[in-house]
């Protein structure tokens, strides 16, 4: 079954604290990817990851950071989150670059910075 | 940088009204795509089209590269077709795409 999975699917948190997102995914995707969603806004690319520690800044990297180190699994962490960071975190995979591949999403995270 | 504009913002149709979604880019894309993202908010891909025509089902997708724009035809909208499609252009650099803001369509019986 080709799925990516999310984790977790809402949190709330305080200012100044540490937020680990999580997504999985089980079709051995090279690329993976970390999105997120404001209304009116789009998507907005945060960072990919073109395969084990192979990571790269997206359009707004500033206030993340990365981490895989299972090709199957990959971290998005914000390091003393602000309120502006309060958005809809999307997860996705493809084969390799989405030029070639099918994005596959997972369902998102929807976080709220207090 | 890349710019991706989608019209209408939003669209209202009776069941069984087909609908008409455009997508305009601003420099040359090696790569289009339209995906549906539902009420609940999880995205699936509808297709690849970064030229010509594409169909799958009730879906049609014209890409005029030259012109850089796409459309998305539903034809025989059904409520369940309720949601926000998505434009994206891949901006050459690999992996990274470039989404439009989408377009809303509510679909009632």
């Known amino acids: 079954d080709m799925k990516v999975t999310q984790m977790p699917r809402y949190l709330i948190k305080r200012m100044g604290e540490n937020v680990l997102l999580e997504c999985g995914q089980d079709m051995s995707h090279e690329t993976m990817y970390w999105y997120r969603q404001d209304p009116g806004l789009g998507l907005q690319l945060i960072y990919i990851s073109y395969d084990v520690d192979s990571n790269s800044e997206g359009d707004i990297p500033k206030g993340y950071r990365v981490s895989r180190k299972k090709r199957e699994h990959f971290s998005l962490i914000l390091d003393s989150a602000k309120t502006n960071q309060t958005s809809v975190y999307f997860c996705a995979s493809s084969l390799r670059g989405p030029s070639q591949n099918t994005l596959y999403f997972g369902a998102g995270t929807r976080l709220s910075v207090l | 940088g890349q710019q991706v504009q989608q019209s209408p913002a939003s669209l209202v149709l009776q069941e069984g009204e087909n609908a008409e979604l455009q997508c305009n880019f601003s420099?040359?894309?090696?790569?289009l795509q339209w995906f549906y993202q539902s009420p609940g908010g999880s995205l699936v891909s509808l297709l690849s089209?970064?030229?010509g025509t594409k169909h799958t089902g009730r879906l049609t997708s014209t890409t005029v590269t030259k012109e850089r724009r796409s459309s998305l035809h539903i034809s025989s909208s059904q409520t369940t077709d309720s949601g926000t499609y998505l434009c994206a252009i891949d901006r050459g650099v690999v992996g990274q795409l470039t989404f439009g803001r989408g377009t809303r369509l509510q679909v009632y019986a």
């Open positions: 089209n970064p030229s």
């Open positions: 420099s040359t894309a090696t790569q």
